[in-house]
Each structure stands twice: as C-alpha cells, then as structure tokens.
C-alpha cells in the first residue's frame, strides 16, 4: 500500500490513467518503466523532498529478468543518504561536571557549536522545582533542535545546588546559602575559600567565556520579575513585557555576595536572572515560559549579535566605566523599599 506524504506537505501528482491498453504492446515490466518515470513532485514548506509510492518503485526489476528462484524485490532507487540533510541529535544526557561536597552530582549539558555563548544557570536555591524543570525543558528543547535552531553554543547547569534539591532546603549540605558566598567585585578570585559550587560556576565561566550568563529561579508570589545588567537591557525589557513581568536594572537591585552582582559587574559578559512565580505549576512551565527564556538565549536583535562580533570593543568599554565607577566611590546598594527583588537572592527558611 502506498505511503501517505506528511501532512503539512503540498504535493502534486502528474500521472497517466492505469490502464494496460495504453501498451498494447508492451509487457509488464515496460508498463512499470513506465509508470516509475511519471514525474511526483512533492513542495514542502521547510523544502523539497521526493516522495515515491510503492507502487513506483525504480524499474530494476526492468533491466534484468526475474529469477524464478528468488522473488523479485522492490527498491527505491536512492539508497545512499542525500547530502545536506540533517542527521539527528545523538539522545540527551546529563554530564556530570563535578560533585558537592555531600556527593551530589553536578549536572551539565553543552549544546551547539560557536554563536552566541550563553551560560543558563538552574536554580542557585536547589528546592525549586519550578525552576529546574523550566532548565530541564530548556535543555532538552535545544539538544532536540539544534540542528535547525544554528547560532547557538549554550551550556547549562541543571541546578547549582543538588544538595538542596535533593534535601528540598535552599541551603547545601554544609547549611551555606550559595547565592551569598560570590565575590562582589566580578572577580574570580584565586585561593580565596569558597563553596565547591560556587568554585564550580566559576570554572565553568573561564572553559566557556560566556556573553550572556541566564539564571532561572522562582519569586514568592504570582508576578514574576526580570533583572538585568545594562548589556541586557533591551532584551529584558521586551521579555518582561511579553510575560508581564516586573523589570529591575543589575547590580542595583541586589545585595553584594549574589550571582547576580557578581556577573553584573564583570565586564565580558551580560546577566539576566528570570524569576518567575512560585506558585506555578512545575507541569505548566514550559508554554508559559518557555518561548520568553528562547528569546533570551537566541537573542537576534542588533545590539546581541554586535557584542557577539565585537567583544573585545565591549570588553574594554565596560572595563573602563567600572574603574570610573569604583574611583568615585559608587557604591551599588539594594532597593530595599522594594523587598521582591531581595526575596530572590535572599535565603529562604
């Protein structure tokens, strides 16, 4: 029986009648010759591909006589595999990159090659199931579709604290709130006693470089909020407008010690932090938000793709408007008349 063509296809067929006295002449085999060079075009959106019935398979059994000792077989005449397609993905799997000192597994997934590098960091807090399976599903949506999605080259940090997902506690196993053990400099410092975690973004950072470092957490309550270094400003604010976010300009907005300070004050890379309410469904996740964090991570505006052609330039610039900053004695406070923010990075009882 015939195969049907994908249902999103386009197709014509040109075909002559079936019918044997056509060929008055003709044997079988010819009539099948025949029939196999009718020309079946198929037009797909994504492309063109040649979609053949069974019934018209090649004449092969055309150019040799049939053997009565063997059945005759019907083949397709391209048996080699076309050049340009696609091969898929080999399955996903987490790696494991390192463990806590408890023994917990920290789970990484590098995906694509060159483009724009981004660093998506899961839940600093650990007990956040919102969090981790909005990292999960953006994980898998990437290895899935990195073939087609092209100009990506994102690495990603299940969670930066198993021992708490494991324990459902926003602490690790030593009882240390991660997102306050970063230094507050941008900085990574050299020596200095800090959390296996910590130590563990941080390596992570030197091996990948990152432009963009995306980390993905909950808030208390039912609006969500969107906070950004200024490299990252106009891809935030689009974002949070699309979900009805609230939108908070980095390092401001955080108290020193966070991740969020931390990145916000390096000059070689932006930071976005996504924290999107706690009271949502972990099953709902994905279609709420998932397009929004894409967004984030195949940014295609100017501004992204610039700072991915022209880091050095950036790199300098940002470098310079630090030194001026800390020489005269700015110091980035937290907004405190707007506690949202801090319940983010602030540990959790």
Same mark, same amino acid.
């Given at each position: 029986m015939a195969q049907s063509p994908p249902a999103a296809a386009r197709f014509h067929v040109i075909a002559a009648p079936h019918r044997t006295d056509l060929f008055p002449d003709t044997s079988r085999r010819k009539h099948r010759a025949v029939a196999a060079g009718l020309l079946i075009a198929v037009s797909l959106s994504a492309g063109?591909?040649?979609?053949?019935?069974?019934?018209?398979?090649?004449?092969?059994? #055309?150019? @040799? $006589?049939?053997?009565?000792?063997?059945? $005759? +077989?019907?083949?397709?005449?391209? +048996?080699?595999?076309?050049?340009?397609?696609? +091969?898929?993905? %080999?399955?996903f799997a987490w790696q494991t990159g390192g463990r806590t000192d408890a023994g917990q597994p920290l789970e990484i997934v590098t995906i694509g090659r060159g483009g724009f590098r981004t660093l998506l960091v899961g839940s600093v807090g650990g007990h956040d199931p919102a969090a981790v399976r909005l990292t999960e599903k953006v994980a898998r949506y990437l290895h899935r579709n990195q073939a087609i999605l092209g100009g990506i080259f994102v690495r990603v940090i299940r969670t930066l604290n198993p021992d708490g997902q494991q324990r459902r506690q926003y602490t690790n196993a030593d009882r240390i709130y991660l997102n306050s053990r970063f230094p507050s400099d941008g900085r990574i410092p050299a020596g200095q006693s800090l959390p296996k975690e910590v130590q563990f973004l941080f390596r992570q950072v030197q091996d *990948? @470089?990152?432009?963009?470092?995306?980390? *993905?957490? +909950?808030?208390?309550?039912?609006?969500? &909020?969107? #906070?950004?270094? $200024? /490299?990252?400003?106009?891809?935030?604010?689009?974002?949070?407008?699309? &979900?009805?976010?609230? &939108?908070?300009?980095?390092?401001?907005?955080?108290?020193?010690?966070?991740?969020?300070?931390?990145? #916000?004050?390096? %000059?070689?890379?932006?930071?976005?932090?996504?924290?999107?309410?706690?009271?949502?469904? $972990?099953?709902?996740?994905?279609? *709420?938000? /998932?397009?929004?964090?894409?967004?984030? &991570?195949?940014? /295609?505006?100017?501004?992204?793709?610039?700072?991915?052609?022209?880091?050095?330039?950036?790199?300098a610039r940002q470098a310079q408007r630090f030194r001026r900053s800390r020489a005269a004695g700015s110091a980035a406070g937290s907004f405190h008349d707007d506690t949202a923010f801090d319940e983010v990075t602030a540990p959790r009882e």
């Open positions: 063109c591909a040649a979609f053949v019935p069974s019934s018209l398979h090649t004449a092969s059994r #055309a150019d @040799k $006589p049939a053997s009565s000792d063997a059945p $005759p +077989t019907d083949r397709i005449a391209a +048996t080699g595999q076309p050049r340009g397609l696609l +091969t898929a993905a %080999p399955p *990948l @470089k990152p432009q963009r470092i995306l980390h *993905l957490r +909950t808030i208390p309550g039912d609006q969500g &909020l969107i #906070a950004a270094s $200024p /490299g990252a400003a106009e891809s935030a604010r689009d974002a949070a407008q699309w &979900l009805g976010f609230r &939108l908070k300009s980095l390092p401001d907005a955080v108290r020193d010690g966070t991740l969020e300070a931390w990145a #916000a004050r390096r %000059p070689d890379c932006d930071m976005i932090t996504v924290a999107i309410p706690a009271s949502t469904d $972990p099953g709902d996740v994905w279609p *709420l938000y /998932g397009d929004a964090i894409l967004s984030l &991570l195949l940014d /295609g505006s100017a501004d992204s793709r610039r700072m991915a052609r022209e880091q050095e330039h950036r790199q």
